[in-house]
């Protein structure tokens, strides 16, 4: 397999697919096409008419949606266990995922990822009330299935790599949440595969203006 993915510090869709990946050690070459450079649709079109990232190709396969890719990983190489085995609790987890997906159009446009900085930024009604909306949605999920493991739905899940991201911004910005969601968020930011993706957005060379924003804080 062939993961094609955008700068690993502000590149929130790509950490979602390489996470699921990575998490589940499966073997995938990584191709990293820095974003919003002068060629850089150009070289995305060499692997999707969609210019965006990430895409999967598997053999003849291309797959060009992070949530698409998470299922299709999930279906073909880890017996669907990146999903909850119950059928209902599938369908809670789908929707937590196809929220994020479609959803908090506030947070990601006024608080873009950023995994090496700590900025200090002032979070307007909006944000704030999607900030509240995710901060439940871990409550909940955390709440009910407590006994079953550390993640949303117990064990590691498509759902987890989907708010992995929301987690970096929450501590780039220093988001304030409830107790349990900041339980939650040092439980995902400590995962392997998430340490991983972090280590190495620390170490990249680039910098958009667009994303690095608010006042910067020494950490």
């Given at each position: 397999?062939?993961?094609?993915?955008?700068?690993?510090?502000?590149?929130?869709?790509?950490?979602?697919?390489?996470?699921?990946?990575?998490?589940?050690?499966?073997?995938?070459?990584?191709?990293?096409?820095?974003?919003?450079?002068?060629?850089?649709?150009?070289?995305?079109?060499?692997?999707?008419?969609?210019?965006?990232?990430?895409?999967?190709?598997?053999?003849?396969?291309?797959?060009?949606?992070?949530?698409?890719?998470?299922?299709?990983?999930?279906?073909?190489?880890?017996?669907?266990?990146?999903?909850?085995?119950?059928?209902?609790?599938?369908?809670?987890?789908?929707?937590?995922?196809?929220?994020?997906?479609?959803?908090?159009?506030?947070?990601?446009?006024?608080?873009?990822?950023?995994?090496?900085?700590?900025r200090a930024l002032a979070l307007?009604?909006?944000?704030?009330?999607?900030?509240?909306?995710?901060?439940?949605?871990?409550?909940?999920?955390?709440?009910?299935f407590a006994g079953r493991g550390?993640?949303?739905?117990?064990?590691?899940?498509?759902?987890?790599?989907?708010?992995?991201?929301?987690?970096?911004?929450?501590?780039?910005?220093?988001?304030?949440?409830?107790?349990?969601?900041?339980?939650?968020?040092?439980?995902?930011?400590?995962n392997p595969a998430i340490r991983?993706?972090?280590?190495?957005?620390?170490?990249?060379?680039?910098?958009?203006?667009?994303?690095?924003?608010?006042?910067?804080?020494?950490?």
């Open positions: 397999m062939q993961l094609i993915i955008g700068n690993k510090n502000y590149s929130s869709w790509s950490m979602r697919a390489w996470v699921l990946l990575t998490h589940y050690s499966l073997q995938f070459e990584e191709i990293r096409i820095p974003l919003f450079t002068t060629d850089y649709k150009q070289e995305l079109l060499k692997f999707s008419a969609a210019a965006k990232v990430p895409v999967l190709i598997d053999d003849q396969l291309t797959i060009w949606d992070s949530l698409a890719i998470c299922e299709y990983i999930s279906q073909k190489y880890l017996a669907n266990r990146a999903l909850p085995e119950a059928i209902d609790e599938r369908a809670i987890c789908r929707s937590y995922c196809a929220e994020m997906h479609s959803g908090f159009m506030a947070i990601r446009n006024k608080l873009p990822m950023n995994c090496r900085a700590r307007d009604t909006d944000v704030q009330a999607e900030v509240q909306r995710i901060d439940a949605l871990w409550s909940e999920a955390r709440v009910r550390d993640y949303l739905f117990g064990d590691f899940s498509i759902a987890d790599c989907m708010y992995a991201p929301m987690a970096m911004r929450f501590l780039t910005y220093g988001v304030k949440i409830s107790t349990i969601g900041q339980q939650y968020q040092e439980i995902l930011l400590k991983q993706w972090w280590t190495e957005a620390e170490a990249e060379v680039e910098r958009l203006a667009e994303f690095e924003i608010g006042v910067e804080i020494n950490h």
